[in-house]
């Protein structure tokens, strides 16, 4: 069985190369760019509008061909969780990007990520693992040797472990939010979900000064809503703070557009 398994995937990824080579040859060799969003409607937004920004370009014809499928009916990515099964939904938005035509995945949404791995094998699309991508940004960046890295994120994401498993393995230690600054934070993410950004903004940024205040030199805003709720200090450009988001766009652009970095 998993030999079939593994052959059909194969099957689907020729089936999925065909059609993409196909499209980017009648595009100058551009590949579709696929994102699977809605986990929040913002934070795709928001990567989007990353992305654009991430992309070199001085006109509308340079920019990278995408098609998002935002779904936010998906249920809550909790691992585990006594909730529905999110999966179903995500493979469904995954297939229907590959049946669009794309051959380069984004999921902007950390805790998803959980699932990547099965979406791969079930799907045979490129994903971009954010998750891998922003762990191999931060052991790339020059912070005091043997550092910790404080992970703001959704108490779900925090459980799974994907980034403290993910820093563990470029030898970083992490640090994570106590109880009373974690039901901050899921409650500042509630808040961007439902369009409270003021609030969501003062809650969110309390705690990253609280982690400031420990002497963390970097500290990953690890939950999609995160970046949104505190912009005004990633426009100061602040380098103590690390965006996942961004770092995405910043990926797919290195993949999609390699001869213009």
């Known amino acids: ?62 920019h990278l061909r995408v098609v998002i499928w935002a779904d936010p009916t998906v249920p809550g990515r909790a691992r585990g969780g006594r909730g529905a099964d999110p999966y179903p939904a995500l493979l469904e938005g995954a297939q229907n990007l590959r049946t669009l035509g794309a051959s380069m995945v984004a999921m902007p949404c950390n805790s998803a990520h959980a699932y990547l791995d099965r979406l791969v094998q079930d799907t045979g699309l490129h994903f971009v693992d954010m998750v891998r991508e922003t762990t191999r940004w931060v052991a790339d960046l020059d912070p005091p040797e043997n550092d910790a890295v404080g992970v703001l994120g959704a108490r779900q994401l925090i459980r799974s472990g994907l980034y403290q498993q993910g820093l563990a393995e470029h030898g970083i230690e992490t640090v994570v939010a106590d109880g009373e600054e974690q039901a901050a934070l899921d409650l500042a993410i509630r808040y961007v979900k439902g369009g409270y950004f003021g609030a969501a903004s003062r809650l969110a940024t309390d705690v990253a000064n609280a982690f400031v205040d420990r002497g963390l030199t970097r500290i990953l805003l690890a939950c999609t809503e995160l970046p949104i709720a505190m912009s005004a200090t990633l426009a100061t450009g602040d380098p103590r703070f690390v965006d996942p988001t961004d770092v995405l766009a910043r990926a797919v652009v290195r993949q999609c557009c390699p001869a213009r970095q």
Not at 16 to 43: C, E, F, K, N
Request: net charge negative; proline share 5%.
């Open 1 to 62: 069985m998993a030999t079939d398994t593994a052959v059909m995937a194969a099957d689907r990824n020729e089936e999925s190369m065909t059609v993409s080579a196909q499209q980017s040859d009648q595009h100058g060799g551009r590949p579709l760019v696929g994102i699977l969003g809605g986990m929040g409607p913002a934070a795709t937004a928001d990567f989007y509008r990353k992305l654009i920004e991430r992309t070199p370009a001085t006109r509308d014809q340079d």
